[in-house]
């Protein structure tokens, strides 16, 4: 028997997104790749653990609005939002089984770019042409509002300002860029989210449970 991807190699890894032993030339160079790969393969794992520890810090030219800058404390007084942002996208993830870190990334940098421009008093919408993207797009643009909204019920004002918010995207955009290696089929950074944001029980198709404090 020979590889099913290259015809010529051994089979020696069993890969379950074929549900055939592959090469373990194939596994590396396909993974994630042309190989649409489940969280939870083995091979998978100890690839990410080894990048992991091998990685180098992003260049300025990779990192996220440089010129950008909040302590880490303006993070942490708001990790309720955060929290917020991170389980409106896991949980479409549950409906859409295609979405990947480029698809996320791109909805959360046209986002960020919408509230940056509305800190300048101008409104100015460019969702993302890619339909799942521009779906997502729309999915935290409401969670958004339904925060802001239940907020001013419950304290009779929203505190959170466009200005904050766009902070707070590009501060999930780093953690994005950061955790993402890249691949066309990665969900490195959606497996680290659900790994800091476990999904709550009761979380439906259609949005996220918010709780204002």
Known sequence: MSCPICERRP??????????????ICCG??????IDCPSGCPYLVAARRYEAEH????????FPYPDVEFLPEFVHERWTVVSGLATAILAF??????LNDGTVL?????????????????????????????????RIARF????????????GFSSLKESELFRLLVF???????EANG?????????FLRSQFPLPQGVAKGGSRIIVP
């Open 172 to 178: 999930l955009l780093r953690v994005g860029k950061r």
């Open 144 to 155: 958004v509002q339904e925060f802001q909204t239940q907020e001013a019920e419950h304290r």
């Open 55 to 62: 990685r180098k810090p992003l260049s300025f030219e990779e």
């Open 183 to 191: 691949r066309p089929r990665s969900r490195a950074f959606l497996d």
């Open 29 to 34: 160079r396909e993974r994630e790749v042309t």
């Open 11 to 24: 089979p020696k890894r069993f890969c379950p997104a074929k549900g055939e032993k592959i090469c373990a």
């Open 106 to 138: 791109g909805a959360l940098e046209a986002l960020a770019e919408t509230y940056r421009t509305l800190e300048t008093g101008i409104y100015y919408e460019r969702p993302p042409d890619a339909s799942l993207a521009r779906a997502l797009y729309r």
């Open 93 to 98: 993830q549950i409906e859409s089984q295609d």
